[in-house]
């Protein structure tokens, strides 16, 4: 969504690298073009406004006259700034001291509250709570079963005691939802509330009617970030209205201009608490005000990643990977179609690309990046047999023939992938041997070149001149406070004299003198 408000930014910054002094028409151009991207992105021109003001006040000020690379500063002011419109800091949930926490739900039909509600549910669940979902919609058809379908996939209850369909009092089931809850042991009830096309005064009423009658400790706006300026009219109505504690933005994965998200929160004063990027359940995440800034000016959000992968891979397979690397042993076939497997949990390659800084330059190679190659290369995996697994090279013409029938593709696809495999083996092999440095010596290969070494000793000049001068030079050395003979001190200037008192025959590092010794008898021309 907030792809084309990255690309303006970073076009922009990178016209600011080149220059080792930012000028008042340097910030001013700046500041304009900023201003042009934000507007093209949908954002309220109020918050535009306040948001260009501070930039360009913060960019005349000394942080950025006497940086050592004032682009940069810039980019860090941006960064800053950004993130205070998207609310300065995370906004967590806040739990009742005396369970259940009453969650409610409220939007617009359409902004995808139902859905919203089970991955709510299921979030809660990985953090150890047990949420009960409540049916209070009875004005969509079907609303009811969708909420019971949502739910069963989140493993979460649903306390459904109207059939809906225009049947039965939404305030009452609210009602007796936080009774069920306390009698069942649920310490978060989430109420899902009925919205409309537009706002009306009824369904004011009705929310404003639930709202009092379970009196809930979070009231959760959910708006659709598609629907551009409307989504800050929709929230202002809403606040003025039921009123509401956080904002939940939905459809962050679409391609429409992405100023709402911006807007909201400024216009509200409401943070936002949660955001959800596709349809799957698994796709919502708390809303980190510093990541999505981090994300809008290309500079990754590797947090985020490194969160995802804590979820989806096992820490025991991890570690039995890490010590079986360790080890020395093989990396085979099923060891790579294990790990392609973790990766595969974290979601689309794509996504997960996104995620890394400076991304945005390459987005339209990334976009090309199709996960079904990921999944042909486990289907031809899977048609081996755990020989060829374990030894791939075994694999000769038949095999690779047969595997290639079993898993549909052709030979030559079969005959890439092991070849690509025994690369990745020898770069996995460096890197057991050469501490986690791909082209290293091995340990094995230091230790052999090391003992070696101490074996060869110390080397004896077959000059005579040489070998006297050495022994000269043992004989007249003034050995230093610890019984040493100093050392750093070519032959025959290591006797008394030959350094101030104190400096004990040492010269400090890198200024050792030159052999002089190689100057003695030299004939002369």
């Not at 019984?483 to 070519?490: K, S, V």
């Not at 400096?503 to 052999?515: A, E, H, R, T």
């Amino acid at each position: 969504m907030f792809e084309t408000l990255s690309d303006r930014l970073t076009t922009v910054f990178s016209s600011l690298r080149s220059k080792g002094r930012l000028s008042e028409a340097d910030i001013n151009a700046t500041a304009r073009e900023i201003r042009v991207a934000l507007l093209e992105a949908d954002v309220a021109l109020p918050v535009v406004k306040d948001f260009i003001a501070r930039v360009k006040e913060r960019a005349r000020g000394a942080e950025v006259s006497q940086a050592l690379n004032p682009a940069q500063q810039v980019v860090k002011i941006v960064n800053e700034e950004l993130i205070e419109v998207l609310g300065g800091e995370t906004r967590r949930i806040r739990f009742a001291k005396h369970p259940p926490t009453v969650i409610m739900l409220a939007g617009l039909q359409g902004a995808g509250k139902t859905t919203l509600a089970g991955k709510l549910a299921r979030w809660l669940k990985q953090e150890g709570h047990a949420p009960l979902l409540v049916a209070a919609d009875l004005q969509r058809p079907n609303a009811v079963q969708q909420l019971q379908v949502v739910g069963e996939r989140a493993g979460a209850a649903v306390f459904a005691p109207e059939p809906g369909n225009g049947v039965g009092d939404p305030v009452d089931v609210a009602r007796r939802s936080i009774d069920h809850a306390r009698r069942a042991q649920h310490d978060v009830v989430v109420i899902d509330t009925a919205g409309r096309l537009g706002i009306d005064a009824e369904m004011m009423q009705q929310a404003a009617d639930i709202r009092d009658a379970v009196h809930p400790d979070e009231i959760l706006f959910v708006v659709d970030a598609m629907i551009g300026q409307d989504a800050v009219n929709t929230a202002q109505a809403f606040l003025d209205g039921v009123g509401f504690d956080g904002v939940v933005l939905t459809k962050l994965d679409g391609d429409a201009r992405g100023g709402a998200a911006l807007s909201v929160r400024h216009v509200t004063g409401r943070p936002i608490m949660f955001a959800s990027t596709g349809e799957k359940l698994e796709d919502f995440n708390v809303f980190h005000p510093d990541r999505m800034a981090g994300r809008i000016l290309d500079m990754g959000d590797i947090l985020t990643l490194i969160e995802q992968a804590e979820q989806a891979f096992d820490a025991a397979q991890a570690e039995r990977m890490t010590t079986k690397f360790a080890s020395g042993e093989d990396f085979t076939l099923e060891d790579f179609l294990e790990q392609m497997m973790m990766i595969r949990k974290l979601g689309p390659i794509g996504n997960l690309l996104g995620m890394m800084p400076g991304m945005g330059q390459v987005r339209d190679q990334i976009s090309q990046i199709d996960d079904r190659d990921l999944d042909r290369v486990a289907a031809i995996i899977r048609s081996m047999t755990p020989q060829e697994r374990a030894n791939p090279k075994i694999i000769n013409g038949s095999r690779r023939a047969r595997i290639a029938r079993g898993s549909g593709v052709t030979v030559g696809e079969v005959s890439a992938l092991v070849t690509r495999f025994f690369e990745a083996q020898k770069m996995v092999r460096q890197m057991a041997g050469g501490m986690g440095f791909p082209g290293m010596p091995g340990r094995r290969k230091a230790a052999k070149a090391a003992k070696a070494k101490n074996k060869k000793g110390k080397q004896r000049s077959g000059d005579p001149r040489k070998r006297a001068a050495g022994r000269a030079a043992k004989e007249t050395a003034v050995p230093t406070p610890d019984g040493n003979l100093p050392q750093g001190l070519p032959p025959g200037l290591g006797g008394p004299g030959a350094l101030p008192p104190g400096l004990g025959g040492q010269l400090p590092p890198g200024f050792q003198m030159p052999d002089l010794s190689k100057l003695q008898n030299r004939k002369k021309k």
